[in-house]
């Protein structure tokens, strides 16, 4: 069980810093708020302890890559009971970069990055209504992403 842990002024700029650009030296979030980097790597340490901070990750532009669609799929299953079993073989698709168990009309709520329209309508028809137990699919492509962000503390 992780510790609780009280955010204070110092952990809170050190927190937006990194999550602004993770490749801040330490040393010159160090000189901002007047404590030592050995300090900084310390309250680092405590923040991974606490669970507040779930890792570290580069991110990749999937458009360079060429996944130019995205897309939300709203995932209807025949029964409930076969929810585990269907997201077994919705893990086994790359393109599935998300996955969410919701309320409301859908059970499997995805989302997709395909290189076009035509792959994504082939993952659809060939790999996910083709799950034992997906009764049909809802899918919703994204024009455009004007928000992406983490949460503010």
Known sequence: MAK???IDGIDKIIIKRLVNDARTPILSIAREVGISGAAIHQR????DESDLI???????????LGYTTTAFVGVFLDSASLYSSAIKRLKEIPEIVESHYTTGNY???????????????HLLNKDIQTIKGVSRTETFISLDQQIDRQIKI
């Open 44 to 47: 680092l340490r405590k923040l």
């Open 107 to 121: 059970a499997i709520f995805i989302k997709i990055l395909c290189k076009n329209n035509e792959d994504l309508m």
């Open 54 to 64: 779930e890792g570290y990750k580069m991110v990749l532009n999937p458009k360079a």
């Open 4 to 6: 609780k842990l009280k």
